[in-house]
Nanobody
Framework: QVRLVESGGGLVQPGESLRLSCAAS????????VGWYRQAPGKQREMVAI???????NYADSVKGRFTISRDNAKNTVYLQMNSLKLEDTAVYLC????????????WGQGTQVTVSS
C-alpha cells in the first residue's frame, strides 16, 4: 500500500515559520504530482501548493510569496516551507496526489495541525 505521512505541524506565532514534511512510502516520482492541502474548521479542503513529477509548482494565491513546496527525491519526501505565517493559515495540512497510472487521489491521512496564534 502507498502511504503519505504528514508531519511538522505545531503552534507558532504570526510571522514565524514552519516546515511540513510529506513522507512517501514509494518513489516520489511515481506520483504525477503531490500537493499540500489544508482544511480549516467550517471550510472545505483547499489546495495550497502542488509539485509535479517534473518539478513544476503552483500555489494558491493566498500563500504565494510565503510558502514554498519542494522535494527531496532521495528521501521520497515533499516539503512545504511556510514563512510569514498568518492567523488565516491555521488548518490541518494534508498531502496527497495521484499515482502515474491513476486518475484519482489515494486515501487522505490524518494530516498535521498548524496553529498560528498570538
Amino acid at each position: 500500500q502507498v502511504r503519505l505521512v504528514e508531519s511538522g505541524g505545531g503552534l507558532v506565532q504570526p510571522g514565524e515559520s514552519l516546515r511540513l514534511s510529506c513522507a512517501a512510502s514509494v518513489n516520489i516520482f511515481s506520483f504525477n504530482f503531490v500537493g499540500w492541502y489544508r482544511q480549516a474548521p467550517g471550510k472545505q479542503r483547499e489546495m495550497v501548493a502542488i509539485i509535479t513529477s517534473g518539478g513544476a509548482t503552483n500555489y494558491a494565491d493566498s500563500v504565494k510569496g510565503r510558502f514554498t513546496i519542494s522535494r527531496d527525491n532521495a528521501k521520497n519526501t515533499v516539503y512545504l516551507q511556510m514563512n510569514s505565517l498568518k492567523l488565516e493559515d491555521t488548518a490541518v495540512y494534508l498531502c496527497n496526489g495521484p499515482r502515474t497510472l491513476e486518475t484519482v487521489f489515494g486515501p487522505w491521512g490524518q494530516g498535521t495541525q498548524v496553529t498560528v496564534s498570538s
